[in-house]
């Protein structure tokens, strides 16, 4: 489940006030508080700009080509990397 920035530091606020935080639809509780300590931390290292979502490195449609071209043998070799 992903949240947005705007309710992640709202939950920030609360915990760090000690308020009480209602559990999303969805979220288990214990799973989700420890998701709120894990924003907490977050939040002290680096701000607002550690809370951001992510850009996905590759789009997705980038992706699709790249397993059509392997699974149509478009490519002879593929290196893996571990």
Same mark, same amino acid.
């Given at each position: 489940?992903?949240? +947005? ?7 920030? @606020?609360?915990? !760090?006030? =000690?308020?009480?935080? %209602? %559990?999303? $639809? =969805?979220? !288990?509780? !214990? +799973?989700? @508080?420890? /998701?709120? *300590?894990?924003?907490v931390r977050i939040y002290d290292a680096m701000g607002e700009v550690g809370l951001k979502?992510?850009?996905? /490195? @590759?789009?997705?449609? %980038? !992706?699709? %080509?790249?397993?059509? $071209? *392997?699974? =149509?043998? =478009?490519? #002879?070799?593929? #290196?893996?990397?571990?």
């Amino acid at each position: 489940m992903r949240f +947005t920035k705007e309710f992640k530091l709202e939950c920030i @606020r609360k915990y !760090k006030a =000690g308020e009480c935080i %209602d %559990d999303p $639809r =969805g979220c !288990k509780h !214990k +799973t989700f @508080r420890n /998701k709120i *300590v894990e924003w907490v931390r977050i939040y002290d290292a680096m701000g607002e700009v550690g809370l951001k979502h992510k850009k996905p /490195k @590759r789009p997705w449609q %980038d !992706k699709l %080509d790249m397993i059509e $071209r *392997v699974l =149509g043998g =478009g490519i #002879r070799q593929i #290196r893996c990397y571990f």
